[in-house]
């Protein structure tokens, strides 16, 4: 049973560019969250999808969007990137009522 | 922001010892849960405790949560090289979605 998958593992774009990462959930999973890490931070939560719809949102702007396809899996862009936007990002999978499984992240660097 | 405080920020040990790791957060929640991330990389699930439990184990994992005082510590047993990494608390808070909240980790260095 294939856990939570994520790519590219690693990226680098440069100021202004827009970017997608993807990610696909374990299986029996339906609900998606993203996550973003700073270099010695915390995860920040990003946003979550149900149903193919955001349903909650973090303190993030409108340049992060996202989508969910009819078999969980999901799509992460982030337009316009700036120097701040590099970070790990992170996939959680869940069936909505327990354990958060992450995927091994993307590496996002913006030059 | 931040929800929770890991303390310590480091913690420095050798291999057999215990290390304990304490997060403090500031809200209600459903559920804390903890994980362990290496190198940066992506996190592993370690134990999950609901608000209505007091203490749960799993192998040489415990962890304890105490709501009255909005706190829950990690105990790791007999410590080993491999236990080095990040470890982090994350609250599950009742917004009616399941939305974790990140403390700010706790980085151990187990040394043989």
């Known amino acids: 049973d294939a856990g939570v998958t994520q790519s590219p593992t690693h990226l680098i774009k440069t100021r202004g560019q827009q970017v997608t990462l993807r990610c696909s959930p374990k299986?029996?999973?339906?609900?998606v969250s993203w996550y973003q890490q700073a270099l010695g931070q915390g995860p920040q939560f990003i946003f979550q999808?149900?149903?193919?719809?955001?349903?909650q949102r973090g303190n993030f702007p409108d340049r992060f969007s996202g989508h969910q396809f009819p078999n969980y899996s999901s799509e992460l862009n982030v337009n316009a990137l700036l120097l701040g936007d590099s970070a790990l990002y992170l996939c959680?999978?869940?069936?909505?009522?327990?354990?958060?499984?992450f995927g091994p992240g993307t590496r996002l660097t913006v030059l | 922001s931040q929800q929770g405080e890991e303390d310590p920020q480091a913690l420095s040990i050798q291999e057999g010892e215990n290390a304990t790791m304490n997060c403090s957060y500031k809200t209600s929640i459903n559920n804390l849960q903890w994980y362990r991330q290496n190198s940066g990389r992506g996190l592993v699930h370690l134990i999950l405790i609901r608000s209505n439990e007091r203490e749960k184990h799993s192998g040489r994992l415990r962890v304890t949560l105490d709501t009255s005082k909005k706190s829950s510590s990690l105990l790791i047993t007999a410590s080993r090289a491999a236990d080095t990494a990040s470890y982090f608390c994350a609250t599950d808070i009742p917004t009616g979605f399941q939305k974790l909240v990140f403390g700010t980790g706790t980085r151990l260095l187990v040394s043989p």
């Open positions: 999808y149900y149903e193919e719809e955001e349903r």
């Open positions: 959680a999978s869940s069936d909505g009522n327990n354990e958060q499984f």
């Open positions: 299986s029996g999973h339906d609900t």
